[in-house]
T-cell receptor, first 115, second 111 residues
């Protein structure tokens, strides 16, 4: 499978704990995006990388959230001191760096439940 | 604020019937507009992508229209099938290729 893969698929944690999610984009895709989706809502943009550089962060990305893409390949999203409001599906997407061809391919997501 | 509004919120149709989903947006600057299909528990999958100059684009039984002047788009599904049951999300692409998503229209195709 050469699509975008996310791990884990599901994560249950207690409030106050830290969690980390991983995203492996399609190889050679320069751009990587993180989104959050709550039930009944469309995905909301969190942050965006071009190679290893984090170029944009949404105001939704509070200080408890941090994302990295150290080698320009896989990315991690960490949430510290989780709150119940963090419960959501976290989606990762990648796209190639081709002008006018910004098709984003999504992973299946990581569903986080904070108890 | 960049927004994408979709209607209806949900829709039930009989198998074989046609339907049309609506999308209004205020995203600026605008790069292109895309319709995604999202099955329950899965990530979104792109159906169509339309640039500023395109008015209509088809992908099999899916036909999308775009009026960039009124900032409206529609997705028409012809001869619906049970497998069309999903959430259909309108997405507008703006600066840095970031996406603004609508909340989606939940479509249920009934036998």
């Amino acid at each position: 499978d050469t699509g975008v893969s996310q791990d884990p698929r599901h994560k249950i944690t207690k409030r106050g704990q830290n969690v980390t999610f991983r995203c492996d984009p399609i190889s050679e895709h320069n751009r990587l995006y993180w989104y959050r989706q709550t039930l009944g809502q469309g995905p909301e943009f969190l942050t965006y990388f071009q190679n290893e550089a984090q170029l944009e962060k949404s105001r939704l990305l509070s200080d408890r959230f941090s994302a990295e893409r150290p080698k320009g390949s896989f990315s991690t999203l960490e949430i510290q001191r989780t709150e119940q409001g963090d419960s959501a599906m976290y989606l990762c997407a990648s796209s190639p760096l081709v002008i006018g061809k910004n098709i984003q391919y999504f992973g299946a997501g990581t569903r986080l439940s904070v108890l | 604020k960049n927004q994408v509004e979709q209607s209806p919120q949900s829709l039930i149709i009989l198998e074989g019937k046609n339907c049309t989903l609506q999308c209004n947006y205020t995203v600026s600057p605008f790069s292109n507009l895309r319709w995604y299909k999202q099955d329950t528990g899965r990530g979104p999958v792109s159906l169509t992508i339309m640039t500023f100059s395109e008015n209509t684009k088809s992908n099999g039984r899916y036909t999308a229209t775009l009026d960039a002047d009124t900032k409206q788009s529609s997705l028409h599904i012809t001869a619906s099938q049970l497998s069309d049951s999903a959430s259909y999300i309108c997405v507008v692409i703006g600066r840095y290729s970031t996406l603004t998503f609508g909340k989606g229209t939940m479509l249920l195709v009934s036998p």
